[in-house]
């Protein structure tokens, strides 16, 4: 009986290291570190400083606001949260005030059954596990009833400056599209992200890229003739072919605000 020579072990490796090579030069960010910095500076000086659209008082209020805000908008948010926090701007006034009492301000939210008892249920942990105080750290974050890896993302970063990526439908649209940070899940995207987003400018990176999806690329119809990175841009989707701004970008517009 002929046996059959073992595949060796050293050409194995080598078959699954090229493999994996290839999967990585695929995956890989499309662009060089010069114009991720100039793209970044662009969008910096677009919009130098923008801001969050959540109404919050404090660390609750926004961790509560950020929370309520999934599958609803910013401004149907604030609408419902403004007499919330008014009479319940911290976890032990949120419990006294009960989960009716928090669905009756909050039904015009979707979802909102299931957000009130999250609401109360991270109130009661704030109070039990981290003395009534909204936690710094990721993992803690993400402990919190109803705070998933991106809530937790936008509360370091909002309340406590911390430089984080917080990957929502726009983020996720614009680094796969623009094959910045492709990857097929929000964590793949956010960890590609933070590879080659420039240190000086991942502060602000989540809020320029949510502005640039939301009014520029945008989902049905990206508006490549206004867009300030045309000509850097390597979607295959691209539209059409600008040169560079040869004038000052113009700064951010009223209402560019984001969460």
Same mark, same amino acid.
């Given at each position: 009986?002929?046996?059959?020579k073992?595949?060796?072990?050293t050409?194995?490796s080598?078959?699954s290291?090229?493999?994996g090579s290839?999967?990585r030069?695929h995956?890989?960010s499309r662009y060089s570190k010069?114009?991720?910095?100039?793209?970044f500076?662009?969008?910096?000086?677009?919009?130098p400083e923008?801001?969050?659209?959540?109404e919050h008082s404090?660390p609750?209020?926004?961790v509560v606001?950020v929370?309520?805000?999934a599958?609803a908008?910013d401004?149907?948010?604030n609408?419902?949260?403004r007499?919330?926090? %008014?009479?319940?701007?911290t976890p032990e &006034?949120m419990?006294?005030l009960? *989960? =009716?009492g928090?669905?009756?301000? +909050?039904?015009?939210?979707?979802?909102y059954?299931?957000?009130a008892k999250n609401v109360?249920?991270?109130?009661q942990k704030?109070i039990d596990?981290?003395?009534?105080?909204v936690?710094?750290?990721l993992?803690?974050l993400?402990t919190?009833?109803?705070?998933?890896?991106?809530t937790?993302n936008?509360?370091?970063?909002?309340?406590?400056?911390?430089p984080?990526?917080a990957?929502d439908t726009?983020?996720?649209?614009?680094?796969n %599209?623009?094959l910045?940070?492709?990857? &097929?899940?929000p964590?793949?995207v *956010? =960890?590609r992200?933070?590879?080659v +987003?420039?240190?000086?400018?991942?502060?602000?990176?989540h809020?320029?890229?949510i502005?640039?999806?939301?009014?520029?690329c945008?989902?049905?119809?990206?508006?490549?003739?206004?867009c300030?990175?045309a000509?850097l841009c390597k979607?295959?989707?691209?539209?059409?072919?600008?040169?560079?701004p040869?004038?000052?970008l113009?700064?951010q517009r009223?209402?560019?605000?984001v969460a």
């Amino acid at each position: 009986m002929a046996i059959s020579k073992p595949k060796s072990s050293t050409a194995s490796s080598q078959k699954s290291n090229a493999t994996g090579s290839r999967a990585r030069r695929h995956i890989r960010s499309r662009y060089s570190k010069a114009e991720m910095e100039e793209i970044f500076r662009r969008f910096s000086v677009q919009r130098p400083e923008p801001k969050g659209e959540l109404e919050h008082s404090n660390p609750f209020t926004l961790v509560v606001a950020v929370a309520l805000s999934a599958q609803a908008t910013d401004a149907g948010v604030n609408k419902a949260t403004r007499e919330l926090f %008014r009479i319940a701007d911290t976890p032990e &006034k949120m419990l006294a005030l009960g *989960e =009716e009492g928090v669905t009756q301000h +909050i039904k015009t939210i979707g979802l909102y059954r299931n957000k009130a008892k999250n609401v109360i249920a991270l109130s009661q942990k704030l109070i039990d596990d981290f003395g009534g105080e909204v936690p710094k750290t990721l993992d803690e974050l993400v402990t919190l009833p109803g705070v998933g890896r991106k809530t937790a993302n936008v509360v370091m970063s909002m309340a406590f400056g911390i430089p984080t990526l917080a990957v929502d439908t726009h983020v996720f649209r614009i680094g796969n %599209r623009l094959l910045m940070a492709p990857g &097929k899940t929000p964590d793949e995207v *956010e =960890e590609r992200f933070l590879k080659v +987003i420039p240190d000086q400018y991942l502060y602000h990176a989540h809020h320029w890229l949510i502005l640039h999806g939301r009014y520029t690329c945008k989902a049905r119809k990206p508006e490549c003739e206004h867009c300030v990175i045309a000509d850097l841009c390597k979607s295959p989707e691209k539209t059409c072919d600008v040169p560079a701004p040869l004038v000052e970008l113009p700064p951010q517009r009223i209402g560019d605000t984001v969460a």
